[in-house]
């Protein structure tokens, strides 16, 4: 593995650059934590990529499948760092842990819904997780959560169209793209993907728009830096809307000036302004593919 668990908040520094700025309006031991559940999460991306890379053990979904099981027990650094932070419900760790599992190698989503249950998996359990580690106060904020983990994810999987198909892994939906796209033509050309990337991001708008209702349910010492982890996140969705196709081609990346406005916006504004006011109840529909996943709330 090759990421170090010893100073988890040097992790964040280095590779979720959005998220340590955010993290620093934060009270400090929302910070501490939040930086070990990035360490967690960074260290299982690490696993899914590389496997333990020790004798003996070489298949990493195999690796991760066994880990989801023994999270509570195992010897792992990794399970080691999760139990610090004192989660109440395993739940939805697990479900990151085998989502991963099944993303160790060939990946070629084929619908809106498994594109949505992917993204519950991979990002949505941390949203659950986040915000018990952030004191969410109210059952009613876990649906909140998992929609802007999954707006985030929708983001990463637009901007990482071209990275993701070198390895063989295409996670926008086969309904989306042409019948005859595949990853080798995406590595070689992933404007073909542009009108799916659209669709993503229109989508990831409103899992955006439902995450930021959910922030009422956070201390409000805890509001604002969410809100603009979440607000320069959405950023890269805006940048790739502004680069058009061709833009696919090369990482997107949101310029430091870009950063800090945003995020001058999001503290400067006054608090009667900001979006988390008043009482919007979580729409379900938005979690219709997400039968059976911890948290969401389904139709009825």
Not at 8 to 21: D, N, T, V, Y
Not at 47 to 60: F, K, M, N, V
Not at 227 to 244: D, F, K, N, P, S
Request: with cysteine; aromatic share 6%.
């Amino acid at each position: 593995m090759k990421t170090s668990i010893e100073k988890p908040a040097e992790i964040l520094a280095r590779c979720g650059r959005s998220f340590h700025l955010a993290s620093r309006f934060l009270p400090a031991e929302a910070r501490d934590r939040s930086a070990r559940l990035y360490a967690f999460c960074r260290l299982l991306d690490d696993l899914a990529d590389d496997g333990l890379a020790t004798a003996g053990e070489t298949d990493p979904a195999e690796e991760l499948s066994v880990l989801a099981r023994t999270l509570a027990t195992s010897p792992l650094p990794v399970a080691g760092l999760y139990r610090s932070l004192g989660l109440r419900q395993e739940a939805p760790a697990q479900a990151l842990v085998r989502t991963l599992a099944e993303d160790t190698c060939h990946v070629q989503l084929r619908t809106e819904t498994e594109l949505l249950r992917y993204s519950y998996g991979v990002a949505g359990t941390v949203g659950i997780m986040m915000a018990e580690i952030l004191g969410a106060d109210s059952v009613d904020a876990a649906p909140h959560a998992i929609d802007l983990g999954m707006a985030m994810q929708l983001v990463n999987i637009s901007r990482d169209v071209r990275e993701d198909a070198q390895r063989d892994r295409v996670y926008l939906p086969t309904e989306w793209l042409s019948a005859s796209t595949e990853a080798t033509q995406l590595a070689r050309d992933p404007s073909l993907a542009w009108p799916a990337v659209l669709r993503a991001l229109d989508r990831a708008e409103e899992y955006f728009e439902s995450g930021f209702h959910g922030l009422r349910h956070l201390p409000a010492s805890c509001r604002r830096g969410i809100w603009m982890a979440g607000r320069v996140y959405r950023e890269i969705g805006q940048t790739l809307r502004r680069r058009g196709p061709q833009g696919l081609a090369t990482r997107a990346v949101v310029p430091f000036w870009r950063k800090f406005s945003v995020a001058a916006s999001c503290l400067l504004r006054p608090a009667s302004r900001c979006v988390w006011q008043g009482k919007v109840r979580h729409r379900a529909e938005l979690h219709h593919a997400l039968q059976g996943c911890w948290g969401a709330n389904l139709p009825s």
